[in-house]
């Protein structure tokens, strides 16, 4: 129970206490459920990959995105993880390509573009017939300082780089938004 506990308190966000009641939990439920997140488990870390394109999550060398042949091929979005692409696809409005980065530029936590998927985005653009570069990074210090290196790599190309408006949702009221939100939606206005 010990080691059990000690490999779940290892997953992102679960401490001592959480990893204790999952320990428990699973010794409740039946055998074969218990074994079936096991070998779950065993499936994803056998199975998935890393597209070799856009380094989305893949089960074969190319993920559903890239072998889909009603994607627009000159829309590019660029996102630091899988799970961004995942996001934004389930808005359903985005039929584009992607480019995963598998992270962002972090100094102080010592992840350089060397470390990110930026070489081969690079190639990507320069061998691709890309139009449009959406610049889909988290609105961080470190995701609009990633952008904005990609950007300055991108530069040479004849590609339109944007990135994601940014500021008052819908819906939302002016007197509760934080003053980052307001200062996004006043610099990103656009002609009515």
């Known amino acids: 129970m010990d080691d059990l506990v000690q490999q779940l308190g290892r997953l992102p966000g679960i401490g001592r206490k959480s990893a204790e009641?999952?320990?428990?939990?699973?010794?409740?439920?039946?055998?074969?459920?218990?074994?079936?997140?096991?070998?779950?488990?065993?499936?994803?870390?056998?199975?998935?990959?890393?597209?070799?394109?856009?380094?989305?999550?893949?089960?074969?060398?190319?993920?559903?995105?890239?072998?889909?042949?009603?994607?627009?091929?000159?829309?590019?979005?660029?996102?630091?993880q899988p799970r961004d692409l995942m996001s934004l696809e389930q808005a359903g409005v985005y039929r584009g390509l992607y480019h995963v980065l598998l992270g962002r530029i972090a100094p102080l936590d010592g992840i350089g573009?060397?470390?990110?998927?930026?070489?081969?985005?690079?190639?990507?653009?320069?061998?691709?017939?890309?139009?449009?570069?959406?610049?889909?990074?988290?609105?961080?210090?470190?995701?609009?300082?990633?952008?904005?290196?990609i950007s300055n790599q991108l530069s040479e190309f004849s590609v339109n780089v944007t990135r994601l408006a940014r500021g008052i949702t819908a819906g939302s009221v002016l007197e509760y938004a934080n003053k980052e939100i307001l200062a996004d939606a006043l610099t990103g206005r656009q002609k009515l």
């Open 21 to 80: 009641r999952l320990a428990y939990h699973l010794l409740r439920v039946p055998k074969a459920e218990a074994l079936a997140l096991a070998d779950a488990i065993r499936r994803v870390r056998e199975n998935v990959r890393y597209c070799e394109t856009c380094f989305n999550l893949s089960e074969g060398p190319a993920c559903e995105v890239c072998r889909d042949p009603q994607r627009d091929p000159t829309r590019l979005c660029i996102v630091e």
């Open 113 to 149: 573009p060397d470390q990110l998927t930026i070489d081969p985005l690079v190639e990507r653009v320069r061998t691709g017939n890309f139009q449009e570069v959406i610049m889909a990074t988290n609105p961080t210090l470190e995701g609009d300082g990633t952008s904005l290196f």
